[in-house]
């Protein structure tokens, strides 16, 4: 297919879009530093995620849920058959 009526940009037109360093500048504004922002917020919270799944001796479990007016509480506390007793 024969293309005819293509316009030809000369290299040193294209200096047109501005200066090379200010185009840097915008790409660390608006790429790199939200990008270490958004990691430096992260990291700490699947560390804290992870370490609030570890499995720990519990007293009391409570089972809240959500109605769509009102709330239900569950109270489930461990009985003591005994087994541990020191006498």
């Known amino acids: 297919i024969p293309q005819n009526n293509i316009p030809y940009w000369h290299r040193s037109r294209l200096l047109i879009w501005g200066n090379y360093k200010l185009l840097m500048k915008a790409e660390y504004l608006f790429f790199y530093i939200p990008t270490v922002l958004i990691l430096g917020l992260v990291i700490p919270l699947f560390t804290t995620i992870y370490a609030a799944e570890e499995v720990v001796a519990s007293t ?28």
């Open 60 to 87: 009391m479990t409570v089972k809240v849920t959500g109605r769509q007016w009102y709330w239900v509480y569950e109270v489930e506390s461990p009985t003591d058959d005994g087994a541990d007793d020191d006498e």
